[in-house]
C-alpha cells in the first residue's frame, strides 16, 4: 500500500468518524455546563445549607418546648416512727369565743394538763417501688441582648453571600466553558490550516515529479518538497491530537463523558459584537456583592459580640405529673404540678473578656472594609488590563487578516515566478510556509480575541 493510499483511507476514516459525532454549538455547551458541572451543583448545595441555617437561626424567636418523661423502680423501703404522748383536749370559752386548751399555767412557766387524751405511738411503713414522672417545659427568651436578632441578620446575609457564590462559580464556570470551546475551534481550524498546506505540497510534489521525468528538475528539488510535506503530516497528527485533547476538556466542562464522540462548530463564534465597559461596572460583579456581604457580616458580629455583656431575660413554665410511691399502703404521688418564672442574667465584665473581644471586634471589621477597598481596586485594575488585552486582541486579529491576504498574493506570484523558471523552488516553498504560518497566525489571533472578549466580560460582570 503506497503512502497516498494510506493517507486516504485514514482520511476517510476521520470523515466518517466525524459523522458520528455530536456537533455543539457554544451555546448548547454553556446550557450543559451550567446544568451538569460540579462546580456549580456544589454551590447551589452550599446555598441550600445556608437556607437551612437561616431557618434554624430563626426558630430562635420562638419558645422552645422539652418533653421528658422519667420511670423507674427502687426496693428502697424503710419506716418512720411516731412517738405517742398526752394531746390537750380543747374546750370552748365563752369569754374568748375560741376553742382553748383545759391547761393550768404553773409558776414556772410549765403547763399542767387538766384534761387531755392518750396518743399511742404509730410506725408509718414507706416504699418507693415504681416511679413514674412526666413532664412538658417552655422556655421563651424576652431578652438576649440583641444576640437572637444579630445572628438572624447574619444567617441572611451568609445565605446572600452563598448566592453570589453561585453567581461568581456560574462565571467562572461560563469562562471555562468559552476557553474550552474555543480553543477545541482553533484546534480544529489549525488541522484545516496544516491540511490546507499539505494539499498545496501534494500540488507542488506532482508537479516537481512531472518536471524530473521531463528532465527540467533535479532529483533534490523532489526531496525538498518530500521534506516539507513529511513536516506537513506530522502537524497533521499533531493537531488531531491536540483535537482531540480539547475535546476532552470540553467534555469534562460539560459533564460530558470524556471519551464522547463530539465536534464544535466553529461559524458563528465570530459574531459577538465590540464590548464597551465602564470603570464603575466592577459593582455590578459577584466578587464585589461578596466583599460587600463579608464587610456587612463583621459589623454584626460586632452587635453579637456586644451581647455577651448584656443582659438576658427569658420566661419559662413546666407542668409534671408524677405517679409512685407507697406511704402507709396508699400511693404517696399522683398528681401533676405546674410551674412558671423568670430568669434574668446580668454578666459582670471585671476583668474586660469580653470588652476585648469587642474591640477585636470592630478590628475585623476595620480590616473586613479596608480588603474591600482594596479588592475593588484591584478589580478596576482588572477590568483595565482585560480592556487593554481585547483592543490588543483587535488589533493584532486586523494585522494577522492583512498578513494573511499579502502572503497568499506572495504565493501567488512566487508560484508564477517559479513556473515560468523565474524563481528557485526553495523561494517558492519558503512563500507556502509563509502563507501557512500567516494562516495559522490569524486563527490563533481569532481565538485570543473571543478569549479577551470573554475575560472582559467577566471582569465587567456582563457575562451571562
Known sequence: MNRRLFFSILMLGGISIGAMAQTLTLQECVDKALVHNKSISSAKLRWEQTRFDMKSYKANFFPQVN????????????????????????????????????????????YTLNEYADFP???????????????????????AGGKISAAYEMSKLGMSLANENVRLTESEVLVKTHEAYYLAVKAKEMGEVARAYKALLDELKKNVEAAFRQGLSTRNDIMKVQVKLNEAELNIQKTDNGFRLACM???????????????????????????????????????????????????????????????????????????????????????????????????LDFFGGVGNKVRSAKAAYQIAQMEEQDHVEQMQLELSQCRNMYEE????????????????????????????????????????????????????????????????????????
Open 67 to 110: 418533653l421528658m418523661a422519667t420511670d423507674f423502680y427502687s426496693t428502697a423501703q424503710g419506716n418512720i416512727m411516731l412517738d405517742g404522748g398526752h394531746l390537750p383536749i380543747y374546750r370552748f370559752s365563752e369569754q374568748a369565743q375560741a376553742f382553748v386548751p383545759n391547761v393550768t399555767k404553773n409558776a414556772d412557766g410549765s
Open 121 to 143: 405511738s404509730q410506725k408509718i411503713d414507706w416504699k418507693i417501688k415504681n416511679v413514674f414522672m412526666a413532664g412538658v417545659s417552655l422556655m421563651e427568651p424576652l431578652y
Open 249 to 347: 476538556n470540553l467534555c469534562h466542562m460539560t459533564g460530558l463523558p470524556l471519551d464522547s464522540p463530539i465536534d464544535v462548530e466553529a461559524s458563528g463564534i465570530d459574531s459577538m459584537q465590540e464590548v464597551s465597559v465602564e470603570a464603575e461596572a466592577v459593582n455590578s460583579r459577584p466578587e464585589a456583592a461578596i466583599l460587600g456581604y463579608k464587610t456587612e457580616l463583621a459589623h454584626k458580629k460586632v452587635k453579637l459580640t456586644k451581647s455577651d455583656c448584656l443582659p438576658n431575660v427569658a420566661m419559662g413554665a413546666t407542668l409534671t405529673y408524677a405517679n409512685g410511691g407507697e406511704l402507709a399502703g396508699k400511693r404517696l404521688l399522683d398528681d401533676g404540678t405546674m410551674s412558671v418564672g423568670v430568669a434574668v442574667k446580668i454578666p
Open 393 to 464: 486582541a483587535l488589533t493584532e486579529q486586523n494585522i494577522c487578516k492583512l498578513a494573511l491576504e499579502q502572503a497568499a498574493e506572495n504565493m501567488r506570484l512566487s508560484k508564477q515566478q517559479y513556473e515560468v523558471g523565474l524563481e528557485a523552488l526553495s523561494d517558492y516553498l519558503e512563500a507556502q510556509a509563509i502563507w501557512q504560518q500567516c494562516y495559522a497566525n490569524v486563527v490563533n489571533s481569532r481565538c485570543q480575541k473571543m478569549l479577551a472578549c470573554v475575560r472582559l466580560l467577566k471582569a465587567s460582570g456582563m457575562l451571562r
